[in-house]
């Protein structure tokens, strides 16, 4: 019989005989280990560092929430709007808590404003509608233009009027009432696209002005008046607001 001996094998690794320890591992990974730090939003700066944050967020009453009265003017709540802000920078729902208030604020004065010409003019109309005919008839004739043609004329004539006042020591008005007359027959020509029609309107402006200044003028208290005004010169500056008027908004 043949005897067959089986011997223990005998492996060699290079990692028998070698002892692990734990610990010192662990200890070798805590101190490579970086922690990883996560951004934080801006909306979250409330809930840490120093940044004060807006008292009055929960508040829903707008005036109340900027800490303004119901009358408060325009600079008041700009004022308490920029230094709510400048308090309460960093924090952005403390920012948007304010904008939006003073936002609501605004859109109600502004609609209120609105509101309120609305009621001016209807209640002009109505007052047009009730007025006798004559009134009705002679409003015909008059319209409003816009703010800008206004101002524009109103320089124009102003300006006559320095002038003549400027010149009234070296001789009369004559010439710049005579300018004043032509600017005037030119913007109702403009404007009614009749010259007839404009020669009518701005000579009857013309004398009409002439005639309430030549009464009006001398009854005027002469301590008011300037001692080298004349007359004449007096009665040109009614003459040019009269044609003022006429250019400006007869139809």
Same mark, same amino acid.
């Given at each position: 019989?043949?005897? /067959?001996?089986?011997?223990? @094998? ?6 028998? =005989? ?10 070798? /990974? ?11 939003? #801006? ?11 807006? @008292? ?25 709007? +920029? ?35 609305? +009621? ?7 007052? &047009? ?19 800008? &043609? ?38 109702? +020509? ?7 029609? #404009?020669?009518?309107? =701005? $000579?009857? #402006? !013309?004398?009409? =002005?002439? &005639?309430? =200044?030549?009464? !009006? ?6 301590? *008011? ?7 004449? *010169?007096?009665?040109?500056?009614? &003459?040019?607001?009269? !044609? ?5 908004? $007869?139809?």
């Amino acid at each position: 019989m043949v005897s /067959l001996s089986v011997s223990t @094998p005998n492996f060699t690794t290079p990692f028998v =005989g070698q002892k692990l320890t734990f610990r010192a591992n662990t200890k070798k /990974l805590q101190t490579s280990y970086s922690p990883i730090r996560t951004p934080r939003c #801006a909306a979250d700066t409330s809930y840490g560092g120093n940044v004060p944050k807006f @008292p009055r967020t929960s508040i829903w009453d707008p005036y109340k929430r900027l800490g303004v009265s119901y009358d408060a003017s325009e600079e008041e709540i700009w004022g308490s709007r +920029n230094f709510l802000l400048q308090q309460y920078a960093g924090h952005e729902r403390s920012e948007e808590s304010i904008e939006s208030a003073f936002e609501k604020i605004l859109m109600a004065s502004f609609t209120q404003r609105k509101k309120t010409k609305i +009621n001016l003019k209807s209640k002009l109309k109505k007052k &047009v509608e009730e007025s006798p005919p004559w009134v009705k008839n002679l409003l015909n004739f008059v319209e409003v233009p816009p703010i800008e &043609v206004i101002f524009r004329r109103f320089f124009l004539f102003a300006f006559m009027g320095g002038w003549s006042i400027m010149n009234s020591a070296e001789g009369g008005p004559a010439f710049q009432v005579a300018v004043s007359l032509a600017a005037c027959i030119y913007f109702l +020509n403009e404007k009614t696209k009749s010259l007839g029609r #404009a020669c009518i309107f =701005g $000579l009857g #402006a !013309l004398v009409t =002005g002439w &005639v309430c =200044g030549s009464v !009006l003028v001398p009854n005027i208290p002469s301590m *008011l008046l300037h001692p080298t005004w004349t007359l004449e *010169l007096v009665t040109s500056l009614v &003459v040019y607001v009269f !044609l003022f008027l006429a250019c400006t908004f $007869l139809k």
